[in-house]
Structures are given as C-alpha cells and as structure tokens.
C-alpha cells in the first residue's frame, strides 16, 4: 500500500457523469498507475471493480507510445477496471487511440480546461462505443433558475440527472442509485447512494444531505468513497463543497 500524503499521485482520478471514471496520468509509471488502481478497487469494490474508465493523456508533456499505453492499459485491466477510451487531446493522441482501437470522448476534458479554450470539432472525435448506464434513467431538460423536484425515493438502480439545474429529492436515495444534477444536490432524507453535483464542471455547486450513508459523492469530479468520510459525520446532516481543489464536508447545525 501506499503512503498517504508523501507524494504526488501518478493518476488524478475523477467520477465524471453517469459513472464513467476518468483517469488524467500525471506520471507514466505503469507500475504506479496500477497499484493505486488496485487500491482504490479494493478499498471500494461495489464502486470501482469493473468501473468504465476514460484514460486522460492530457497531463503529460507528451503522448506515450502504443506500446507504453497498451501496457498501461493491460494494467488497468489487471488492477479490477475496464478502459474504454482516451479522453480527447492533440492530434498524437487521436493517432494513438486509432492504433489502440479505442474510441475519444471529449467531454471528459471540460472539467480541466480553462473556460477559454476553443470549442472541439465535431469532426475530430471518432464516435464512444456505448457504455452501460444504470435503469431506469431520467434526464430532465434544462429549465433556467428551476430546480428539478424529485419527491419519490430513488431506488436501487435508478439514475436521477438534472440537467443545467439543482437537482432536490425530498425523500431517500437508495444503496446503488445515483443522483447528479449540474448545479447543486439537495437530498431531505438518507443519502445511501451516489451524489454528484457540479456534473458539468460547476465547482460553486454543493451537496446537502439529511442523514448522510454515501457510497460516493462527488462535485465536479472530485470525490470521496465512504470510507474516506469521518466517522463522526456519518449519519448526520451534511453539507460538502469543493475548496482548493479537494472536498470538504461539515456537519449542518
């Protein structure tokens, strides 16, 4: 295992929406990348082990080479998660998807680049291979200043997703449903399974609970699983925000 807080990490991973998890490489060390993957797996399996993961180039000074990247990649595999595709970058890293076999997804980057940067061609992004996505899921279209009210429990399986907006839920939210919403999650009841606001990149948005049990929470893309939540706030009434680039969470009072 590694030491906690003594290094950098070689791989910054983040949740992004509708639980794809992407991996941004800080550091080509294959060796790394796969123990703190494994890691992560083992210390939450029900969220990691067979998780879709984009694999993001876009922190290195340059692409690798196939061969480093399929080596990589048969690492994650090995390490309990599945590679699905590269996150959009130079034109290096659209001939090393092409060599890979695997897809480019775009939105992935959106979370790392400054709001200046130009738009992506459509043109340039070869088509994602469809990936699994919980049942049933409910995508809402964006309404200004409205916040999508969800009054119903989110069961097991279920996916809520409020788009461009809040999201409130004014009851539970089951182990293995996942709530997102692109502005802030209100939950007035248990939390027991996933929450993710900010979706889109919002790092003003705010997670707030009633009784907190998450299996995962998450504001745009940083995360925390359970077991990295303080024993004392478990169970509580819960507020979480995004500062200097980490979550924090504080009980309300």
Request: aromatic share 4%.
């Amino acid at each position: 295992m590694t030491a906690a807080g003594d290094y950098e990490q070689a791989g910054e991973l983040r949740m992004g929406q509708v639980g794809i998890a992407n991996l941004r490489v800080r550091t080509l060390d294959v060796a790394r990348l796969g123990q703190e993957m494994r890691e992560r797996v083992t210390r939450a399996p029900n969220l990691f082990s067979r998780v879709a993961v984009v694999v993001d180039f876009g922190g290195l000074s340059r692409a690798p080479d196939a061969a480093s990247a399929r080596t990589l990649l048969e690492a994650l595999r090995e390490a309990g998660v599945l590679p699905v595709a590269l996150a959009y970058g130079t034109r290096d890293i659209e001939a090393l998807s092409m060599e890979l076999g695997l897809p480019l997804l775009a939105k992935f980057r959106a979370q790392y680049e400054s709001g200046n940067q130009p738009a992506v061609p459509a043109a340039t992004a070869a088509a994602p291979e469809p990936v699994h996505m919980p049942e049933p899921v409910v995508v809402v279209p964006a309404t200004p200043a409205t916040s999508l009210m969800h009054p119903s429990p989110v069961r097991s399986g279920q996916q809520i997703y409020a788009q461009g907006r809040d999201l409130v839920v004014s009851a539970s939210v089951g182990a293995g449903a996942e709530v997102i919403a692109d502005g802030s999650v209100h939950v007035y009841g248990p939390l027991r399974g996933r929450a993710l606001a900010g979706a889109q990149g919002d790092e003003k948005a705010r997670i707030f609970c009633r009784e907190f049990h998450a299996e995962l929470v998450a504001i745009a893309g940083r995360y925390k699983v359970i077991e990295e939540v303080p024993q004392a706030l478990r169970g509580k009434a819960v507020q979480i925000w995004l500062q200097d680039d980490s979550l924090h969470m504080a009980e309300i009072t």
